[in-house]
């Protein structure tokens, strides 16, 4: 159709050139009715190709609705399955009951895994009745004898934790023999 169409705008420019050269109105006149003739052609040609065109518009958008009906149906049939089987699986599997249990005793096993790193953790050598205010005067007091080390004054000195008032008696008895206890050794 769209060969027809094109031979028929070849026509009408050729009829075009023709009128422009055609010298007398009876010619023109005559050239013109041809002319029209071919345009009425080329219009009704036009005309069936548009509905053509209309009608294959609508073939491929009715089925472009089949395709899509049938995947709209597949995936209503996948989200029915799907549906199902998390309905079967939740009756038969898996009980909230049950998992709000296994969540409240894993909440208290790590509750008790917690208690039992800090018992583990605890630091026996260090008294619970040690007032902060006496460690933090101790501790002002070592960074003071550390900053006059440093700066000379006191570098011959004896350290605090050194002294004799702060040092243990010395012990008067005597030591067992060591040999006593320990086994022979065989030659």
């Known amino acids: 159709m769209d060969k027809k169409i094109a031979g028929l705008e070849n026509e009408l420019r050729a009829y075009k050139d023709k009128i422009k050269k055609a010298k007398s109105p009876a010619a023109k006149q ?3 009715k041809r002319a029209m003739e071919v345009l009425k052609r080329k219009k009704m ?32 049939a996948a989200m029915k399955g799907a549906t199902n089987e ?20 894993m909440a208290d096993m790590m509750e008790d895994f917690n208690d039992i790193n800090e018992a ?17 005067a101790e501790l002002e007091m070592l960074e003071d004898e550390l900053f006059d080390e440093e700066v ?12 004799a008032d702060h040092l243990p008696d010395t012990p008067t008895t005597e030591l067992p023999n060591a040999n006593e206890y320990l086994p022979a050794v065989p030659n």
């Open 30 to 32: 005559s050239l013109q």
């Open 45 to 76: 040609y036009e005309n069936q190709r548009d509905m053509v065109a209309g009608q294959q518009f609508n073939i491929d958008q009715a089925s472009f609705g089949i395709e899509s009906a049938k995947a709209n149906v597949q995936t209503i």
């Open 86 to 105: 998390l309905k079967r699986t939740l009756k038969h599997d898996l009980n909230i009951d049950d998992v709000e249990d296994m969540t409240d005793d």
């Open 120 to 136: 583990l953790g605890r630091n026996f050598s260090t008294p619970d009745d040690i007032d902060e205010a006496d460690l933090d």
């Open 152 to 163: 000379g004054e006191t570098a011959d000195a004896t350290p605090s934790y050194l002294q």
